[in-house]
């Protein structure tokens, strides 16, 4: 069976109509996180920026046509859990589904919004265009393997810069992905139970790649608001890092950029810096992407609808979002998403991007055995769970625990 090719343009136009799909900030159905205050005092001690840093990806969130497709592909191809069905909060009657690791952690979910017969988007500016899972080193003649025979569409390996190799695919929409092997990639905690062996499986988010025209107003708020560091520049891509980096790569950060400055007084502060990969957590990059010339992308199946970025917890939220507010952008409330709460603001060039802490997590309602198995309601739509039923389409799991195994 010959392995399917990428189409140059990978998203195709169907004729089908398209759903009603939310391009501003989400609205807010659910109570907001409760505020930071001390209870004893009733004062917000103010955080700094410094204690309260983005430490990576928390979720991607993407547009899928038919929900037992995008099921079957992430949980019997690529091997990861579902770990929560639930719905649209904003339209109950889409599903809304997690996959990620054994337990759902932040820096492991790629979520989704699948509504059947919706026609494909359309990549370009102002988007996330690729997101990309870290697999171990060495693991690419098992993925290839496994990818030609489930009919996946992808291309060969290829390197990217000294120490990262990828392998580009695409899902059942033409949702781009990348599996990147770099060192320091084998950390992590798979599904242990899923049909990938535990020495292959993906671990989390590696990245994800962000389209602009204008790629300066990104990059200025990536470094100037949100703490992000230039790591590397090659043509007209530029990899950002964020989260705290080790100890030797904080020094040589500080002495590249102390030489910078004595070079040049006009030195930007989105200077250079290397950074381990072995160092580095899940989801710790963000590519941009410079292409003046690109179409404005257009969002609907097979298209990221926003990234979210992780937080230790509420005061950190409740502080950027003071921040960002202060800083002029357009933030939404507080939003309590049942597994974390969420922010919603667009960085200059329109992507949507979520702040969200880290708990409460998965296991807020499902033991770590049941994850994903039930279709979870917030406690406002219990009331309405026989007519959200009646409309949700067929989803029935068709990977079982203890199917750990080759390529096939």
Request: net charge negative; glycine share 10%.
């Amino acid at each position: 069976m010959a392995t399917p090719s990428i189409p140059t343009t990978s998203i195709l136009t169907s004729r089908m109509p398209a759903p009603s799909i939310p391009t501003t900030t989400p609205a807010a159905p659910a109570a907001a996180a409760p505020p930071a205050a001390d209870p004893a005092t009733g004062e917000k001690p103010e955080i700094g920026r410094q204690d309260r840093p983005i430490a990576g990806i928390h979720h991607v969130t993407a547009l899928a046509g038919d929900p037992q497709a995008n099921a079957d592909f992430y949980t019997g191809v690529l091997g990861l859990r579902l770990v929560k069905k639930t719905v649209n909060y904003d339209d109950p009657g889409t599903y809304h589904l997690y996959y990620g690791d054994e337990l759902g952690r932040p820096g492991t979910l790629l979520t989704f919004f699948p509504w059947p017969h919706a026609r494909r988007g359309q990549l370009g500016a102002g988007q996330a265009t690729v997101t990309s899972f870290s697999v171990p080193e060495g693991s690419f003649a098992y993925w290839s393997e496994r990818l030609r025979r489930s009919g996946t569409a992808h291309d060969e390996p290829r390197r990217r810069g000294e120490d990262e190799e990828f392998l580009r695919l695409l899902d059942p929409d033409g949702l781009e992905l990348e599996l990147v092997a770099h060192p320091g990639s084998a950390a992590g905690n798979p599904w242990e139970g899923g049909p990938v062996a535990v020495e292959y499986a993906i671990r989390g988010f590696f990245a994800v790649t962000i389209v602009e025209w204008n790629a300066d107003r990104t990059a200025d708020m990536l470094t100037g608001t949100l703490g992000f560091r230039l790591e590397a520049e090659t043509g007209s891509r530029f990899r950002f890092g964020v989260g705290a980096p080790a100890a030797a790569t904080v020094a040589a950060a500080t002495a590249a950029g102390a030489a910078a400055t004595a070079g040049s007084p006009q030195a930007s502060s989105r200077q250079a810096s290397s950074s381990p990969p072995a160092a580095r957590g899940l989801g710790t990059r963000l590519d941009l992407l410079a292409q003046p010339t690109a179409g404005r992308g257009r969002i609907s199946a097979g298209t990221v609808h926003h990234v979210a970025w992780r937080v230790a917890g509420d005061r950190e939220q409740q502080a950027w979002h003071r921040d960002l507010i202060a800083g002029g952008h357009h933030v939404s409330p507080i939003m309590d998403r049942q597994y974390f709460h969420s922010i919603y603001f667009r960085e200059p060039g329109g992507v949507l991007f979520e702040i969200a802490t880290d708990p409460p997590g998965m296991t807020a309602d499902e033991s770590v055995a049941r994850l994903g198995s039930d279709l979870r309601l917030p406690p406002w739509l219990v009331p309405s769970r026989t007519e959200i039923e009646a409309v949700l389409p067929p989803l029935a799991p068709r990977v079982r625990p203890g199917a750990a195994g080759g390529a096939s």
